[in-house]
């Protein structure tokens, strides 16, 4: 729509009588009023079309926004999709180079622990080398030591057996102190790292006393006698006992030859061990290992009756019995060897004689004939046999 145009009416020379407005359509004059009312429709119309251009503007702002927000959604998602196979690929490259990784670390364990179990195996060896070696020499030394202990234990039994022998041949006067010198003798040499005292003759207690140490330490002690009748006397036993109490002597043993009625070789009575002289060496080995093991173990009163009982209930049993015997009959054996073998070394060194004084004999007539041939010998006769 057109924008009315102004006229001019003009009345005499230069006269403005009034003004009117035009159509700019058809350029007619329009009066005043109806013009105003045009030109009032006309800027409610252009208010209108403003309000429209501003409600189409706001709502493409609007649809703008949205499209906006949308892209920007959909540039979030699509960067958070972009980051996150970036992502992924770079985890996937990296879990690819740890994968790598832990192979290479797993086969340098591998042949770090194949590497040890070698070094172990062969350090294994050599230990083992060693503890044979080491276990070979100790059980030489130990099989030596216990050779040597028998030997020993052999060889007192062998004197004992021996002394058995020439002592029932003799009479109690005839014997006088021998007894109780040969007890002491052979208790001196078969515990020297004990205190082994005689009783002067004529002086109260036991005839021999044995204090037992261990490690420099008195733990104990024991009262012998040794008596070698052709009767028993209950005496013998009574006075030992009293010897014991009196001594404050863990055991008391009687060497005796003759036993009570009905009783051979071994005998308990009132408290005192009543043994042959050739079970005295054993028994007495028996009662020490006793006295300090209590000693060691700092046993009490009560214990110690405990064990002293079982102890001599052992002794006294069939199964010591027969050890007892077996110990014996192997002592006479190497007596019986001991004088074989004597035998024996006489024959051989008689022979070993005669055969030095053949050799001889045969080397003097070597060298004469020798002598003989070439012209040094003279009128010299051969050697007469002997010389």
Not at 3 to 21: I, M, Q, R, W, Y
Not at 23 to 46: F, G, L, M, N
Request: net charge neutral.
């Amino acid at each position: 729509m057109g924008v009315l145009k102004p006229a001019v009416v003009e009345s005499g020379a230069s006269h403005l009588h009034g003004v009117e407005e035009r159509c700019p359509t058809c350029d007619q004059a329009i009066p005043r009023e109806q013009s105003q009312a045009v030109r009032t429709r006309i800027q409610a119309r252009e208010r209108e079309q403003g309000e429209e251009v501003r409600q189409a503007l706001a709502q493409e702002k609007r649809v703008a926004e949205a499209q906006i927000a949308v892209l920007k959604v959909n540039l979030a998602a699509e960067l958070t999709r972009a980051r996150d196979e970036a992502r992924a690929a770079a985890e996937h490259a990296l879990a690819a180079r740890l994968a790598q990784v832990e192979a290479a670390r797993k086969a340098a364990e591998e042949r770090a622990l194949a590497l040890q179990a070698q070094q172990a195996a062969v350090l294994e060896a050599r230990m083992k080398e060693m503890r044979e070696g080491s276990e070979r020499e100790k059980m030489l030394a130990i099989q030596a030591e216990q050779s040597k202990a028998f030997d020993e234990k052999q060889k007192s039994l062998v004197k004992i057996a021996e002394l058995q022998r020439q002592l029932e041949s003799k009479t109690a006067q005839e014997l006088g102190d021998g007894p109780e010198v040969d007890l002491f003798e052979l208790l001196k040499a078969e515990f020297p790292e004990d205190r082994i005292s005689r009783v002067e003759k004529g002086a109260a207690g036991a005839d021999v006393v044995q204090d037992i140490y261990l490690n420099g330490r008195l733990c104990g002690r024991i009262v012998y006698d040794a008596k070698n009748r052709s009767a028993w006397r209950n005496d013998y036993v009574t006075k030992l006992r009293a010897d014991q109490v009196e001594a404050k002597a863990d055991h008391a043993v009687l060497s005796s030859k003759v036993f009570p009625a009905g009783v051979r070789e071994l005998h308990l009575q009132d408290g005192v061990l009543v043994v042959t002289p050739t079970r005295v060496l054993v028994v007495a080995n028996l009662l020490r290992k006793h006295v300090v093991q209590t000693f060691a173990l700092r046993a009490g009163n009560e214990a110690r009756a405990q064990k002293t009982e079982a102890l001599y209930a052992f002794i006294m049993s069939d199964r010591c019995g027969q050890l007892l015997s077996t110990i014996e009959t192997q002592a006479d054996d190497l007596v019986d060897l001991d004088r074989k073998e004597e035998r024996a070394h006489q024959a051989t060194w008689k022979r070993r004689g005669e055969l030095i004084r053949t050799v001889q004999r045969a080397h003097g007539d070597l060298t004469f004939e020798i002598d003989r041939i070439i012209g040094v010998a003279g009128n010299r006769a051969p050697p007469p046999d002997g010389d």
